[in-house]
Every structure is written in structure tokens, then in C-alpha cells.
């Protein structure tokens, strides 16, 4: 398999799961209140969003390099 044919797949595939995995969340503990001996945290849950076009642009390039690929062979 040549690299371009290799590297369209990997496109493809990244796009395909960008598109059903919209992004990623995880957790940090954060001091709210340190009063002396008293001291209190929180559990907060961000999220790092990843936008549909990401996975729309990975997607349309990997079918362009596939195409480019089948047409020079």
C-alpha cells in the first residue's frame, strides 16, 4: 500500500470518528475555600469541544488524497 493510499485512510478514519465523538471532557479538583485548617475543593468538569468542521476538513482531505492516489496509479 503506498503512503498517500495509507495517509487517505487515516484521514478518513479521523473524520469518521470527529464527527461522532464531538469532543472530551475531564476533571480537575480545585481549592474553593482555605481558611486556615478549614480547606474545601470542588470537582469541576470541563470540556475541550472539537468542532464538526475539524472532522469535515479531515474527512473531504482524506477522499481527495484517495482519489489523487487511484488517479496516478
Known sequence: MKTTTFLAIILIAIGIVAFGYQGTSYT?????VDIGPLEMTADKTRT???????????LAGGIVLLVMARKKA
Open 28 to 32: 480537575t479538583r480545585e481549592k474553593v
Open 48 to 58: 475541550i469541544p472539537l468542532p464538526p468542521i475539524a472532522g469535515a476538513i479531515a
